[in-house]
């Protein structure tokens, strides 16, 4: 049975997935890195930090401490990507389940945040939670629908029906890897549909993108085990129409301001909020390479992030790679 449930990382999403999670009024308790935010969770009842002005349920509680996560019956491990296998790590021996919200690979490993979190704590049972959700909706509970994906059955529908809530609704998948890289490689292209906006090439320009984004999304997803079912979902195709179409996005506001002339360094310096994309891209270029599967939408990316090159350039290249059919 899973009653408790905790949270690790006290940035937006964490925030978002502690309110549903409390939606109930089940105390629900919060790990965040920043003491800032821990007190101003338990003091003020909002995030200041990273969802300000969104009132929080006073049954979740934070803590600066992690081994405070103890009693809890499964975590959602809400940490940036990059920065995950470090903080489970901090786990002492978690033997329960681990739900995982993080959209990316490790740069290092070029490993999916699965793989990173069975490496960290090998004897947790791993759910992967993804789809369509910007964080400040689902915290004031505006609809929204995720894949959770999960092997054992039996787990994921335990898990599905302590989260889902009148507003927020799970669908079950066995998918994992399906789910991990619909989330990770939508990221990349959220950042060349703001690439599109920023150089104002126009609405079906975007929508071209997004289509043969998704076609780039399904050849590495297939090539990599997942299921074309899985990414046309909600974890895969849903999240892509999302953060291709709007500004909440911080991948899509990145590469709005690479399309208006500003470099990657000066839109990425001093930032507080993470736009994974932006590390998802030369690992996932070098990923697909290595497996042989082509990803020019990508590739543009990378090259505009390193300053390798203009966002006309890339467009040019884009626009002048011989004709073919269409399809995967
Ligand atoms: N914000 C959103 O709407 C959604 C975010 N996600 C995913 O959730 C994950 C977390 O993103 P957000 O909650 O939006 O973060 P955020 O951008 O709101 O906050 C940044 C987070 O990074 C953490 N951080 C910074 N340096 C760190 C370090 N050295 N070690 C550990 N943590 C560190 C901060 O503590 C903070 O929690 C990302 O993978 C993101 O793609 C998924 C769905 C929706
Ligand atoms: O993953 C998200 C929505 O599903 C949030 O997108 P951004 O990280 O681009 O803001």
């Known amino acids: 049975m899973i009653r408790r449930l ?5 940035g937006a999403w964490g925030t978002a997935l502690a309110q549903v999670a409390a939606g109930g009024g089940e ?3 919060l790990w965040a890195r920043e003491p800032e935010v821990v007190g101003s969770i338990n003091e003020a009842h909002e995030n200041a930090a990273f969802l300000a002005g969104y009132p929080l349920n006073p049954a ?6 992690l081994a405070d996560l103890g009693a809890c019956d499964a975590l959602l491990v809400v940490t940036p990507a990059q920065h995950m296998r470090a903080v489970l790590g901090g786990l002492d021996g978690w033997a329960r389940p681990l739900i995982l919200c993080a959209k990316g690979m490790e740069e290092a490993s070029m490993k999916l945040m699965h793989d990173v979190a069975h490496e960290a704590q090998p004897n947790a049972a791993i759910a ?7 964080a400040h909706e689902v915290a004031i509970g505006k609809p929204a629908a995720v894949t959770l994906a999960v092997e054992d059955r039996a787990l994921g529908e335990a898990l599905s029906a302590r989260l889902a809530r009148p507003n927020f609704r799970p669908y079950l998948s066995d998918d994992v890897v399906g789910a991990e890289i619909g989330g990770a490689v939508k990221n990349v292209l959220a950042i060349a549909c703001g690439v599109v906006e920023g150089r104002r090439l126009g609405q079906n320009a975007r929508a071209a993108l997004i289509s043969r984004g998704f076609a780039e999304m399904t050849r590495f997803g297939l090539a990599r085990g997942a299921r074309a079912e899985t ?3 909600l974890s895969g195709l849903g999240d892509l129409v999302l953060t291709c179409s709007s500004e909440s ?8 301001g690479l399309g208006e002339g500003r470099a990657a360094a000066e839109l990425l310096a001093d930032r507080r909020t993470v736009a994974e994309g932006a590390h998802t891209a030369p690992v996932l270029k070098r990923a ?9 939408i990508v590739a543009a990316v990378c090259a505009l992030l390193r300053s390798e090159a203009s966002v006309d350039e890339v467009v040019e290249a884009l626009l002048s790679r011989p004709l073919r059919a269409e399809g995967f």
């Not at 905790?6 to 006290?10: A, E, H, W």
């Open 128 to 134: 992967v939670l993804s789809g369509p959700t910007f």
């Open 288 to 296: 697909a390479e290595a497996m042989g599967v082509d990803m020019p």
């Open 231 to 233: 990414l046309a979902g």
């Open 6 to 10: 905790g949270v690790i990382g006290g």
């Open 60 to 65: 979740i509680r934070a803590t600066g401490d």
């Open 27 to 29: 105390e629900t308790l």
């Open 249 to 256: 996005s911080r991948n899509f506001s990145l590469g709005k």
